[in-house]
């Protein structure tokens, strides 16, 4: 495992996502929270869509084709974009300020395009190592898919996403890394411990529907050699939680809401869980969807290879 905190990570910021809404305020906070405890710098950036790239050859004001060699002048769509970038990190820069303060000197990027290209190219230009990102609801069961959008699209960016909750009360001290034995959601434990509180707890939970004895003694055996080889790498508590049921999200949330979780870690969507014991276990895409749309707390989504 290469550490969050380790030497070579200096120079790999942790990035903000926001459009300026209140939001994403919990999104800043727990940047400090976790720049404070892995160091390293933080970047803000924000990403105005829809409108469209550079000017074309076709002045659309004068309505003529310029020449190749004759100077082009700003299309109304550019100046607009122009003036939408402006404005917007007027506003985000206010937002920081207002929300770490200012001895933060947080630098401040707005950019134009598709959400997920956008995204994607700042991440590999700035090999960012960790993306945090605000939650824009309450908890809700029925939510549409669409409002979810921003975060799916992120979430693709390859570096594990932190998806701050309006309950932030500061660094994470309890802490449920949801477990399925794949390798993104052992990714995910190995991440969380490295970003929440040095003499945080935290439960690896696993969800196994109704099964024989020798089944649960052999999954059992599988979660303690999970939670063996964190140990050798973490400081924090850990515990073994098994659960028996057949909705994996709907037991993990119950757990972390019986303990006042602060966080809970899973695999990203985009990996199955494939156990070598139950070949049938649920999708890790479905069950992290119901995480993002149903949790009350904060979420850390890692993918299975991501060189933190």
């Known amino acids: 495992l290469s550490r969050l905190d380790s030497p070579d990570m200096e120079d790999r910021p942790i990035l903000v996502a926001t459009d300026g809404n209140a939001h994403a305020d919990t999104a800043l906070i727990a940047a400090a929270f976790i720049a404070g405890r892995v160091g390293g710098n933080v970047r803000v950036f924000s990403i105005v869509e829809g409108a469209s790239p550079a ?122 890394a949801a477990i399925d034995f794949s390798e993104a959601s052992i990714r995910a434990a190995q991440v969380v411990s490295r970003i929440c509180a040095a003499d945080a707890r935290m439960y690896l939970v696993h969800v196994i529907p109704y099964a024989s004895t020798r089944e649960m003694e052999a999954r059992r055996r599988e979660l303690l050699s999970v939670e063996r080889m964190l140990n050798e790498r973490s400081g924090v508590r850990l515990e073994s939680i098994m659960l028996v049921g057949d909705n994996a999200a709907g037991e993990t949330l119950n757990f972390a809401d019986g303990i006042q979780a602060d966080v809970i870690a899973c695999g990203s969507p985009d990996s199955r869980a494939i156990s070598s014991q139950d070949p049938s276990s649920p999708a890790a895409d479905h069950v992290t969807q119901d995480l993002i749309r149903q949790a009350s707390c904060s979420l850390l989504i890692a993918p299975a290879l991501t060189d933190l």
């Open 55 to 176: 000017c074309r050859e076709w002045d659309n004001t004068s309505g003529r084709l310029h020449g190749p060699h004759e100077p082009r002048p700003r299309c109304r769509t550019q100046e607009r974009i122009s003036g939408e970038r402006e404005a917007r990190c007027a506003m985000i820069k206010g937002q920081v300020a207002l929300t770490v303060g200012d001895a933060a000197n947080w630098p401040v990027t707005v950019h134009d395009g598709p959400l997920g290209e956008t995204s994607r190219d700042l991440v590999t230009r700035t090999h960012a190592r960790l993306m945090v990102v605000g939650q824009c609801r309450q908890r809700t069961v029925d939510v549409h898919a669409d409002s979810d959008r921003a975060t799916d699209v992120l979430m693709q960016c390859g570096v594990p996403v932190y998806i701050a909750a309006p309950t932030l009360r500061g660094i994470a001290r309890r802490v449920v």
